[in-house]
Nanobody, 126 residues
Framework: QVQLVESGGGLVQAGGSLRLSCAASGRTLSSINMGWFRQAPGKEREFVAAIRWSGGSTYYADSVKGRFTMSRDNAKNTVYLQMNSLKPEDTAVYYC???????????????????WGQGTQVTVSS
């Protein structure tokens, strides 16, 4: 069992930055794949970024590539999502997720993830 707690959301102006954190307990992050997803009102939950436990490769949605960076601190059992050059369309509830399966390919669908945090609101004003 993995418990995930997100923090770091808030209100920011367009062009600004935020860093989200996801603290995990119950299992070390160095042995589990992690992802960030987001869900805007009236829309489906969508993939934002993921990091593979083996090797630490990262993957990003095209909409955030070059602006967002996902990283992992194994000593703190925490993953981060650094978000720069934020746009109003980035406004959503952001969720941290964990996927215990071994990946043959990166998992980009929320149905492939086993554990979820409660979410943190990110609002970008224009």
């Amino acid at each position: 069992q993995v418990q995930l707690v997100e923090s770091g959301g808030g209100l920011v102006q367009a062009g600004g930055s935020l860093r989200l954190s996801c603290a995990a307990s119950g299992r070390t992050l160095s042995s589990i794949n992690m992802g960030w997803f987001r869900q805007a009102p009236g829309k489906e939950r969508e993939f934002v970024a993921a990091i593979r436990w083996s090797g630490g490769s990262t993957y990003y949605a095209d909409s955030v590539k070059g602006r967002f960076t996902m990283s992992r601190d194994n000593a703190k059992n925490t993953v981060y999502l650094q978000m720069n050059s934020l746009k109003p369309e980035d406004t959503a509830v952001y969720y941290c997720s964990a996927d215990s399966a071994r990946w043959r390919r990166p998992h980009l669908s929320p149905v492939e993830y086993d554990y979820w945090g409660q979410g943190t609101q990110v609002t970008v004003s224009s």
